[in-house]
């Protein structure tokens, strides 16, 4: 016959093992559950598009560099600025290039001249969701 003392340690690690696995079990069902209300739940943006249509023009010619066009399609003047991420840049120079804040008024049309091809162009004004470009 066995002590019961002797028992205890091996009761002991059967109720740790079964929690173990019992945790196991519970946890990819909880985990699946979250992922699933986080896949159904709609994005949250409620920040409008910047009213502005965009082109892209070559300034000189077939190889010269481009000229962004971008005029305002609202009712009112829209205040922006923007960020040109650069496509080449020298190691010994910054890798953006900063647009400085302007003004466009109904129907005008502002221009940002000097991009490459593949420079990301980024414009942001307060209210508004950036308008995120790439020059072709």
Known sequence: MTHPKASAPRFAGSIIALGFALGLAVFPA??????????LRPLDN??????????????DGDSGPYVLSLKNTSGGPIKASGTVFLSVASHGDKKTRDIAEHVTGPA????????AA??????TADGFS???LTVP
């Not at 409620?46 to 023009?57: G, I, K, M």
């Open 30 to 39: 909880t985990a699946a559950r979250a992922a699933d209300a986080a896949a």
């Open 46 to 59: 409620p920040l409008p598009s910047l009213p502005f249509t965009a082109t892209f023009d070559k300034a």
């Open 108 to 115: 005008e049309v502002w221009t940002v001249p000097g991009l």
């Open 118 to 123: 593949t420079d990301k162009v980024t414009i």
């Open 130 to 132: 950036p308008l995120e």
